[in-house]
């Protein structure tokens, strides 16, 4: 049976290539999208992606997840730091979360080192730019 594997992708996350690239690179979402399900196929996992900048239809996402997939990366973006919804959502849920993000969120402005949804989480990824991501793919594979 192959493992199917759900990526969400937070608030801001569909202006890659555009917003601070600096930060973000100047790689695009599709980029991303294309690189993560070919990642995700030489591990030999089926995956979706899913783009949201509402935190309901993220938690919606996450829900629907329990019932079809085997593990889910999320980047939740700045909801990683202050939303107990989606926090509670992958509490409830009761498969793997991995939680990723570009960025060292460490080496940023105080409030980013903050994750109220890491506790509920299998891991979390930060730093490696989009490599964050294939980290998580590989993780997920392995469990």
Not at 31 to 57: P, T, V
Not at 61 to 78: E, M, Q, S, W, Y
Not at 85 to 104: F, G, L, M, Y
Request: glycine share 10%; net charge negative; charged share 20%.
């Amino acid at each position: 049976m192959v493992k199917k594997i759900l990526v969400i992708h937070g608030p801001n996350l569909n202006l890659l290539g555009e917003r601070e690239p600096g930060v973000y690179g100047n790689l695009t979402i599709d980029d991303l999208n294309s690189n993560i399900i070919d990642r995700a196929m030489e591990q030999g996992l089926e995956c979706e992606i899913f783009q949201s900048n509402h935190e309901g239809a993220i938690i919606d996402k996450l829900h629907a997840a329990r019932k079809t997939f085997d593990g889910v990366i999320l980047n939740a973006g700045a909801y990683t730091h202050y939303s107990y919804a989606i926090r509670d959502a992958i509490a409830a849920i009761k498969i793997p979360v991995i939680e990723v993000h570009i960025s060292n969120v460490f080496a940023r402005d105080g409030f980013r080192s903050n994750s109220v949804i890491v506790p509920v989480c299998k891991g979390s990824i930060s730093g490696f730019g989009f490599g964050s991501y294939y980290l998580a793919v590989q993780a997920l594979s392995e469990l």
